[in-house]
């Protein structure tokens, strides 16, 4: 109880409440309505699914919107100021609630089985939710979620400091920061230097402001976004990955657990580290992704299949023959495994990087290390200390 209260105390109005601040300064630049700007860009935009925010709105009598820091396709997302508790949030503003149709109580039910983990040693690599509720729009109501602010993925980050070596997934894990001043400074300019928006049809698209890094501010990664998070404890057989990181047994449909996700994490190590995907699952003759060119490349990189994974996969007829011949020979290259892949280190450091990926890697689920295994990891453990 004593440390769910010291967690809590941010959240609770500690003296005088903020002022709420002035954002009508007039000296914003405007876009031409002929010019297609930010969520409008998305396909099947519908302007009229987003709920119409405005900078400087104080919503439910308590937050009150600085400026936008991104967008999707299902919300628009804004740093705000929380009024009565002295602090900054984000706010996660969905399209309207007739559209959302059930993701959205998904992601909430995930959060609240989150908090009632809230003992779990790896709680606070897991962002929290603050609040949640309804926004009467226009033409019907919208959640909103409200967050710890972060400040960007780690996606983003490597796009904009790119290095040599340096969805789970790399836009899907997001920095904390250290102190507030990343924040003040985002809404000290836009009160000095407002956002350009295009005005149209009585509502207002900003352009989203990035948050300026200051060195020394970045804080841990936390895994954040649940919209299609789903029990690990149970067999699945929904495809549930970002094309790129789908798992054999993903692709194949056979059920599948807990194991994808160290499938993942080693996809997305190989992609922050050696600065390119493992596997693109590009066709040749198609032009862009196809189950059939990832599986070759699998088999390129990993080796024969084992008969143990196709006879328990739904779509192993659609691929391999009866005799297990893959089906799509002329896809296949000569084998290339990951120490011919990895070129950027040597010794001790490219063997012991390799037999990590290779923990993760592995047709066969169970034969995958676990999570706990793999904190354990000696490369992993050098990379954090």
Same mark, same amino acid.
């Given at each position: 109880?004593?440390?769910?209260?010291?967690?809590?105390?941010?959240?609770?109005?500690?003296?005088?409440?903020?002022? @709420? %601040?002035?954002? /009508?300064?007039?000296? *914003?630049?405007?876009?031409?309505?002929? #010019?297609?700007?930010?969520?409008? $860009?998305?396909?099947?935009?519908?302007?009229?699914?987003?709920?119409?925010?405005?900078?400087?709105?104080?919503?439910?009598?308590?937050?009150?919107?600085?400026?936008?820091?991104?967008?999707?396709?299902?919300?628009?997302?804004?740093?705000?100021?929380?009024?009565?508790?002295?602090?900054?949030?984000?706010?996660?503003?969905?399209?309207?609630?007739?559209?959302?149709?059930?993701?959205?109580?998904?992601?909430?039910?995930?959060?609240?089985?989150?908090?009632?983990?809230?003992?779990?040693?790896?709680?606070?690599?897991?962002?929290?939710?603050?609040?949640?509720?309804?926004?009467?729009?226009?033409?019907?109501?919208?959640?909103?979620?409200?967050?710890? @602010? %972060?400040?960007? /993925?780690?996606?983003? *980050?490597?796009?904009?400091?790119?290095? #040599?070596?340096?969805?789970?997934? $790399?836009?899907?894990?997001?920095?904390?920061?250290?102190?507030?001043?990343?924040?003040?400074?985002?809404?000290?300019?836009?009160?000095?230097?407002?956002?350009?928006?295009?005005?149209?049809?009585?509502?207002?698209?900003?352009?989203?402001?990035?948050?300026?890094?200051?060195?020394?501010?970045?804080?841990?990664?936390?895994?954040?976004?649940?919209?299609?998070?789903?029990?690990?404890?149970?067999?699945?057989?929904?495809?549930?990955?970002?094309?790129?990181?789908?798992?054999?047994?993903?692709?194949?449909?056979?059920?599948?657990?807990?194991?994808?996700?160290?499938?993942?994490?080693?996809?997305?190590?190989?992609?922050?580290?050696?600065?390119?995907?493992?596997?693109?699952?590009?066709?040749?003759? *198609?032009?862009?992704?196809?189950?059939?060119?990832?599986?070759?490349?699998?088999?390129?990189?990993?080796?024969?299949?084992?008969?143990?994974?196709?006879?328990?996969?739904?779509?192993?007829?659609?691929?391999?023959?009866?005799?297990?011949?893959?089906?799509?020979?002329?896809?296949?290259?000569?084998?290339?495994?990951?120490?011919?892949?990895?070129?950027?280190?040597?010794?001790?450091?490219?063997?012991?990087?390799?037999?990590?990926?290779?923990?993760?890697?592995?047709?066969?689920?169970?034969?995958?290390?676990?999570?706990?295994?793999?904190?354990?990891?000696?490369?992993?453990?050098?990379?954090?200390?």
């Amino acid at each position: 109880m004593l440390s769910w209260l010291l967690r809590s105390l941010p959240r609770f109005p500690l003296g005088r409440t903020w002022r @709420p %601040l002035n954002f /009508s300064n007039p000296n *914003f630049g405007r876009i031409s309505a002929n #010019q297609i700007v930010e969520e409008e $860009a998305l396909p099947d935009y519908i302007a009229s699914r987003y709920y119409p925010t405005r900078i400087g709105e104080i919503i439910k009598d308590r937050y009150q919107v600085v400026g936008k820091l991104g967008y999707g396709t299902t919300s628009t997302v804004w740093l705000a100021r929380d009024i009565n508790c002295r602090s900054y949030v984000t706010l996660k503003i969905f399209i309207k609630a007739a559209s959302m149709g059930k993701q959205l109580d998904d992601e909430l039910k995930m959060y609240q089985r989150i908090d009632r983990a809230s003992k779990h040693p790896g709680r606070n690599a897991i962002r929290s939710l603050l609040d949640s509720f309804h926004i009467d729009g226009p033409e019907d109501k919208h959640h909103c979620l409200v967050h710890p @602010p %972060l400040f960007e /993925s780690v996606w983003e *980050f490597l796009h904009r400091n790119p290095v #040599q070596r340096l969805h789970i997934k $790399a836009n899907n894990i997001m920095f904390e920061l250290a102190d507030n001043s990343v924040f003040t400074k985002f809404e000290e300019d836009e009160l000095q230097n407002p956002s350009p928006r295009k005005e149209l049809d009585g509502r207002s698209i900003y352009l989203s402001r990035e948050l300026e890094m200051i060195p020394g501010k970045l804080g841990a990664p936390v895994l954040c976004d649940f919209g299609s998070a789903m029990l690990g404890d149970v067999e699945h057989l929904e495809d549930v990955q970002p094309d790129i990181y789908r798992a054999p047994e993903v692709i194949l449909e056979a059920p599948w657990w807990y194991s994808i996700d160290i499938w993942n994490v080693g996809c997305m190590i190989w992609n922050i580290f050696e600065g390119g995907s493992l596997f693109t699952g590009h066709d040749p003759e *198609f032009q862009t992704y196809r189950s059939r060119a990832h599986l070759a490349e699998m088999i390129n990189l990993l080796g024969p299949h084992p008969p143990s994974l196709l006879a328990r996969a739904k779509q192993s007829q659609k691929f391999f023959s009866d005799s297990g011949e893959f089906r799509e020979a002329g896809l296949l290259q000569d084998l290339t495994p990951l120490d011919q892949r990895e070129t950027t280190l040597e010794g001790e450091d490219k063997e012991s990087f390799l037999r990590m990926m290779r923990r993760k890697l592995q047709w066969e689920p169970e034969k995958r290390s676990s999570a706990q295994e793999l904190a354990e990891d000696e490369w992993i453990c050098r990379q954090i200390d």
